[in-house]
């Protein structure tokens, strides 16, 4: 069964620091998320990307956040200068637009950051 | 604002009881998913349902959209069923479908 990959599964940086978590969608997706996870709280939406643009975000994602599909297969967050309050899980999701399932996402291992 | 709520938070119970998990949202949905996280953080998708009733296993759901709200049901529990049991919604007229997650439901499966 196709899945949703992500790499690193875990990221130690130090604060100020740029990062870059990579994920690999499900190859017939057309739509692509960014979640994530403050660790013992709820998954809070980032930013949703379709057709090579950024369709929708949340007040999360300010200026030091970024989002990029640099070829046909993966789907990248950058993270431009790290902070203490940016450790969290992050999930990558993907979906199609078929009959079947419309909105069904498919969610990717999360990459667990750390910010030293 | 639109909102997803889950009961209760917490849950513990003996191996082999049942349970039920509620989410409730607060407006009309054409997504709604049910994820167990398990203990490394991984959402491990359980039920894409946002209407009806499905069943997989030991675990089934449904989900009544007119009244609002979605029910998970495990039967006779295991001690792998523990961790956290989301719900999560994508509201109609959301633009590109992101999910709204609740807070979460914590289950311990006591041997």
């Known amino acids: 069964e196709p899945e949703v990959t992500q790499t690193p599964s875990h990221q130690v940086t130090q604060m100020g620091q740029e990062v870059i978590l990579r994920c690999v969608p499900i190859s017939n997706h057309l739509y692509f998320y960014w979640y994530r996870q403050i660790l013992g709280q709820k998954v809070e939406f980032l930013v949703s990307?379709?057709?090579?643009?950024?369709?929708?975000k949340s007040e999360i994602f300010d200026d030091q956040f970024s989002v990029e599909r640099p070829d046909g297969s993966n789907f990248t967050l950058k993270i431009r200068s790290t902070k203490l309050e940016d450790s969290a899980m992050y999930f990558c999701?993907?979906?199609?637009?078929?009959?079947?399932?419309?909105?069904?996402?498919?969610f990717g291992p999360g990459t667990r950051l750390t910010v030293t | 604002g639109i909102q997803v709520e889950q009961s209760p938070p917490d849950l513990i119970l003996q191996e082999g009881a049942n349970s039920t998990l509620r989410c409730n949202f607060s407006d009309s949905v054409n997504n709604l998913q049910w994820f167990h996280q398990n203990p490394w953080g991984q959402l491990i998708n359980l039920f894409y349902?946002?209407?009806g009733t499905k069943q997989n296993g030991r675990l089934s759901a449904t989900t009544v959209a007119t009244e609002r709200y979605s029910l998970l049901y495990i039967s006779s529990s295991q001690t792998t069923d523990s961790g956290v049991y989301f719900c999560?919604?994508?509201?109609?007229?959301?633009?590109?479908?992101?999910?709204?997650f609740g807070k979460g439901t914590k289950l311990s499966v006591k041997p």
């Open positions: 990307f379709y057709n090579n643009e950024i369709s929708e």
């Open positions: 349902i946002p209407s």
């Open positions: 999701a993907s979906r199609d637009r078929g009959p079947d399932h419309p909105y069904e996402q498919y």
């Open positions: 999560a919604a994508k509201f109609y007229g959301g633009s590109q479908g992101n999910l709204i």
